[in-house]
């Protein structure tokens, strides 16, 4: 499987989901990217017709109007382009919880009926990214944090990760912290195994436009706004065992 080591995601934009580009059959899945407050207007005039009550009831408990308005933005996005890869209503996406792989009960991976798409969803700071395929996938986008989150949690990485991140200049360290926890959070997601799997046992590298393999997985790095970082993990043909994910 190819995948680019920095992929462009799609930007979302209203009536861009009716006819979303087709995702190919092996290879680098289908990116999207909605920016909250640019989706706003789509949001209020869709959400109450196409999000189920269990999204709506999660979306009224946000306290901050951003994440309220970000997570809003994320899934309805996500069941416009759903639908549409689908060829049904929005609103009749149904979604269904895998087994988790580590003690299965049913948080795992979120999946559609059948499995004909596999999916993720991720959002951080008004931003949402979204990954479509044929095979398993996880994406993951996240705010650069302050210097000092960079190092402690850092700590927590694969020893190898740990080592390079501290050889960096402190300037450079939280955006390196950033990048590998997008890859190893977009991996993880891609298992539906989540954080209940530890950052230190998989090596992924802090290396910048760099494509991380592990065994049936191959990760690589999603450009998006300036302050964030961002990943995508897609599971290869030839190890497909069970599909989808969302956030």
């Known amino acids: 499987m190819m995948v680019d080591a920095v992929q462009r995601p799609v930007e979302l934009t209203d009536g861009g989901w009716?006819?979303?580009?087709?995702?190919?059959?092996?290879?680098?899945?289908?990116?999207?990217?909605?920016?909250?407050q640019a989706f706003?207007?789509?949001?209020?005039?869709?959400?109450?017709?196409?999000?189920?009550?269990a999204e709506k009831e999660r979306a009224a408990a946000f306290r901050a109007d951003g994440d309220r308005d970000t997570y809003?933005?994320?899934?309805?996005?996500?069941?416009?382009?759903?639908g549409a890869y689908l060829d049904i209503p929005p609103v009749d996406v149904l979604f269904q919880r895998q087994p988790c792989p580590s003690c299965g009960e049913p948080h795992g991976r979120p999946v559609v009926d059948g499995n004909p798409v596999h999916f993720s969803l991720s959002h951080s700071g008004g931003l949402c990214l979204l990954a479509f395929a044929h095979t398993p996938v996880g994406v993951d986008v996240e705010v650069v944090p302050a210097l000092e989150v960079a190092q402690e949690v850092g700590e927590g990485f694969?020893?190898?990760?740990?080592?390079?991140?501290k050889g960096l200049r402190a300037v450079d360290q939280?955006?390196?912290?950033?990048?590998?926890?997008?890859?190893?959070?977009?991996?993880?997601?891609?298992?539906?195994?989540?954080?209940?799997?530890?950052?230190?046992?998989?090596?992924?590298?802090?290396?910048?436009?760099?494509v991380a393999q592990v065994p049936g997985w191959t990760i690589g790095d999603v450009a998006v706004d300036d302050g964030y970082a961002a990943a995508v993990a897609v599971q290869a043909e030839e190890?497909?065992?069970?599909?989808?994910?969302?956030?």
């Open 18 to 36: 009716e006819q979303p580009p087709a995702m190919a059959m092996a290879g680098a899945p289908a990116l999207w990217l909605v920016r909250a």
């Open 40 to 53: 706003k207007t789509v949001v209020a005039r869709l959400a109450d017709s196409v999000l189920d009550a």
């Open 72 to 82: 809003l933005a994320g899934h309805v996005g996500l069941r416009l382009l759903l």
């Open 158 to 165: 694969h020893p190898r990760e740990a080592s390079e991140l």
């Open 174 to 210: 939280p955006a390196a912290f950033t990048r590998v926890w997008a890859r190893k959070e977009a991996y993880l997601k891609g298992l539906g195994v989540g954080l209940g799997r530890s950052m230190a046992l998989d090596y992924l590298g802090t290396a910048a436009d760099a």
């Open 239 to 247: 190890a497909v065992s069970g599909p989808g994910d969302r956030s």
